[in-house]
Nanobody, 121 residues
């Protein structure tokens, strides 16, 4: 069984910064893409940023230039550095990983439980 555990959310004033972390644990052979999604109240879950095992990244237009995604492959951990936060960034942030379990020749998708980010104006 694979688990993704997020940390680092909280309450911050507009213009502030937060750093989210997500660690994958369990019987993992390899992880391909890892990403961050968010869901605000009454809205659909949306992609924030993702990063491949080769460190290719892509970002939602709304966070380009403010957020940076990175990963530590040795620790199966992905990070999201969020700067210049805005009230519209308020949401539950979810970690996502495309992983291959040990003994399998197929990739599966795992999700974390989510961490709340609240940006006050």
């Amino acid at each position: 069984q694979v688990q993704l555990v997020e940390s680092g959310g909280g309450l911050v004033q507009a213009g502030g910064s937060l750093r989210l972390s997500c660690a994958a644990s369990g019987s993992i052979s390899s992880i391909n893409t890892m990403g961050w999604y968010r869901q605000a109240p009454g809205k659909q879950r949306e992609l924030v940023a993702r990063i491949t095992s080769g460190s290719t990244t892509n970002y939602a237009d709304s966070v380009k230039g403010r957020f940076t995604i990175s990963r530590d492959n040795a620790r199966n951990t992905v990070y999201l550095q969020m700067n210049s936060l805005k009230p519209e960034d308020t949401a539950v942030y979810y970690c996502n990983a495309d992983f291959e379990p040990v003994g399998f020749l197929h990739f599966y998708v795992a999700w974390g439980q989510g961490t709340q980010v609240t940006v006050s104006s």
